[in-house]
């Protein structure tokens, strides 16, 4: 076995996200550098050991959290190495049955929790790995090119169709190399029935099965404790209703009860208002026996005194509340009144005002113009441009319309040439809508000018035609 290397691969969306040395990590946990590229995010590593063939050799699956600023949060502490020691073995990545330390297959319980389940399944986790060492983004010094190749036997041996006979795939081989020569099929024949082939043959047998036994101990480790953590999951989900739904039922049962006890005080209160009101009638009854025609006359007497005195108590409510509403209604006229003459006022002035400014502009221009004030502006493509009065107001106007006129070409060439003559780079726009900026010759002249033609270069004016 060649030297080791210890590297830590970080996993994000399925895929490998990014590599480093293990110094390099011990560096992100001793909190000399960050990772920005994982700030505030939970993330998915492995610390592999990868050999100088480029084949990975051990590999344990750990999580990391990082905070705002790519720091390690916490007191983040997981014996790799010592994980990788004493793990299990599982599948054969190109140099044997690999160590794995997972969730799955994790040698110290305590550490359990920090781990996770790689994907066993075809394209997965592991084959993303070995994808990632082989690109050898870390620059790791490899002479797998230098080893010598494997011999010829071994090699056909297990290129031979499943269920074949060993023995017979090596005579038939021997034999295609050797047609004509008897003494070749002879020594194959003498190695076979001497058993020197055998064992090489069984030791690399039992190393595939051991391999193919690890990695699907592995995956079946894998699935089961993705099931019990979904079953968990579900358990901890049904736990959590029946708790909920036993709180409403405790509710439930605590709130008849307390409706029971309500109407047990409110059955009682009714009875005993009931008994009242049977002896409130007994006696009324007994006083209008009593007292007969006077007692109706005095209740007359009292039914018409009430309404009388309800009846002045309104009338003088509606008197004390007339005045006030008279007084808000007359001031909400005055103020209706105040508005619409504020608002005539207003437009008045603002007719005023504008033939103020109209007549001023004007008299300004003209008094200029009498006294020999000449009106000149300069615009690329027309230089000194000398402006008549009549003519002031549209350029005051839209100046670029007005200069876009006097050269005679369309307001949007204008635009485009100006840009063009400010900076003259090629304008066309690759797919991601950037500008080629090549530099290119400067048309002086707005009516020379073809958008679309005169600002492109000469690779990109030959693609238009």
Not at 17 to 39: N, R
Not at 140 to 156: E, K, N
Not at 243 to 249: D, G, K, T, W
Request: with cysteine; aromatic share 8%.
């Amino acid at each position: 076995m060649g030297a080791l290397t210890e590297a830590v691969v970080f996993f994000k969306d399925d895929s490998v996200a990014k590599e480093m040395f293990f110094s390099e990590f011990e560096a992100v946990l001793d909190d000399v550098v960050g990772i920005a590229d994982f700030a505030g995010d939970e993330v998915h590593a492995a610390f592999v050991q990868i050999e100088d063939s480029l084949k990975i050799l051990g590999a344990v699956f750990f999580t990391i959290s990082f905070d705002t600023r790519g720091r390690v949060t916490g007191n983040w502490n997981i014996p790799l190495r010592h994980l990788l020691d004493h793990a299990s073995y599982g599948p054969d990545l190109g140099a044997g049955p690999i160590k794995v330390a997972c969730r799955s297959a994790c040698p110290v319980a305590w550490y359990r929790r920090q781990l996770w389940d790689p994907d066993m399944g075809s394209g997965g986790t592991f084959q993303r790995m070995i994808a990632a060492a082989e690109r050898n983004r870390l620059g790791i010094i490899s002479d797998r090119d230098s080893r010598a190749a494997p011999q010829l036997g071994v090699a056909d041996f297990f290129k031979a169709p499943a269920g074949a006979d060993p023995a017979r795939a090596t005579v038939t081989t021997a034999a295609a190399e050797a047609p004509n020569t008897r003494a070749a099929r002879s020594t194959v024949k003498q190695s076979l029935a001497d058993g020197s082939l055998g064992p090489v043959f069984n030791r690399r047998y039992r190393a595939k099965l051991v391999a193919s036994r690890n990695a699907e101990k592995l995956n079946l480790l894998t699935q089961a404790e993705a099931f019990q953590r979904k079953l968990d999951q579900q358990g901890e989900e049904l736990t959590a209703q029946l708790r909920e739904r036993e709180l409403v039922i405790k509710a439930q049962k605590e709130h008849l009860a307390d409706l029971n006890v309500r109407f047990k005080k409110l059955e009682s209160r009714f009875a005993s208002q009931k008994r009242l009101v049977a002896q409130k009638s007994e006696e009324i009854d007994a006083l209008m026996e009593r007292g007969g025609r006077d007692h109706k006359q005095q209740i007359a007497v009292l039914r018409a005194e009430h309404a009388e005195n309800l009846e002045r108590q309104l009338k003088e409510q509606a008197v004390e509340l007339a005045e006030p509403l008279r007084d808000r209604e007359r001031e909400l006229y005055l103020r209706a009144k105040e508005i619409v003459d504020l608002r005539r006022e207003l437009s008045v002035l603002r007719e005023q005002n504008r033939g103020l400014m109209l007549n001023s502009d004007n008299q300004l221009l003209q008094t200029m113009s009498e006294k020999g004030v000449v009106f000149v502006a300069y615009h690329p493509g027309v230089e000194h441009l000398v402006i008549s009065q009549d003519e002031m107001p549209g350029y005051l106007n839209d100046p670029l319309a007005y200069v876009a006129s006097r050269c005679e070409v369309p307001d949007g060439q204008y635009h485009e040439w100006l840009a063009h003559y400010r900076l003259p780079i090629c304008r066309h726009r690759d797919s991601d809508g950037q500008y080629c900026g090549e530099p290119i010759p400067k048309i002086m002249r707005p009516r020379l000018f073809r958008p679309g033609e005169s600002d492109r270069c000469h690779e990109h004016s030959d693609s238009l035609r």
